[in-house]
């Protein structure tokens, strides 16, 4: 039987990174709270686009490694999303690192109050239906506080990086840097690490993101070829010779 040595390069991976994390907290937090919330849903913005994931990492040797991956993303008018990943692995067959590779495909559908998810090798899909989310005894609904427990904003340097008009659309960006001190993981010298977002307003979603990290690489994860309007959802939906698992989550 080969020995499995898996190296993913999904698109909810590709910058779990310590300051990506820390960052992004709080939007994190919101979403988590309830994976179909009519609340959340963001109206009348719809588009379409691919996303690219780029990581270039430095070995021990100061030699590099580049690995990119892809994938498409759109949503309606009514806040359904769609998107499509790649999903790559490497394992030995023989003494031989043989490459496999499968998309990933994900609906979350908060009119209808279901996530769809399937790949491109298991002839299954699976529709969660959640049940409506019951009301919030003090009023203050779901998702996180205007400050979340444990996250310290003066951990970070914040900067304003201003406006920027990114495959033509308009975004206001960020950069938040900390520094790992001397002798704190194995470095003779302080490390800078930087994590950069560009934010559009008009779409509610994050064009460009970075994280620059002198002890693992960098990572980049944007948006491109970005289209406005109704997306064609035609692409996004179970093959017909699928068979459709329904699950029901419980209160």
Known sequence: MPQARLTLLSTVLVLSVPLSTLAQTRRAASAAASSINTDDRVLNAPYSA?????????????????????????????????????????FLDGGKSVLKSEMLYRIDDP????????????KEAKV?????????S????GGCPAVCPGI????FDVQKLGHRVIDGVET?????????PAGQDHNDHPIVVIHETWYCPELKIVILESNNDPR????TNELVNIVRGEPDVTKYLPPADYVVND?????
């Not at 003090?138 to 609904?141: A, D, F, P, T």
């Not at 206001?172 to 790992?180: A, I, K, L, P």
């Not at 693992?216 to 990572?219: E, Y």
Request: charged content about 30%.
């Open 247 to 251: 699950v029901q989550v419980p209160w």
């Open 152 to 155: 310290d904003d003066s951990f």
């Open 111 to 122: 009119v209808a109050r279901t996530e769809t998810r399937w790949d491109s090798t298991s």
């Open 138 to 141: 003090n009023g203050s609904g």
């Open 50 to 90: 691919q996303r690219r994931f780029t990581s270039v990492a430095t070995g021990a040797d100061g030699t590099t490694s580049r690995t990119e991956s892809g994938g498409s993303e759109a949503r309606d008018s009514q806040g359904r999303t769609y998107s499509a990943g790649e999903r790559e692995w490497t």
């Open 216 to 219: 693992s690489g960098q990572t």
């Open 172 to 180: 206001d960006g960020e950069r938040r840097s900390y520094t790992v």
């Open 128 to 136: 969660i239906h959640f049940p409506k989310r019951a009301p919030e």
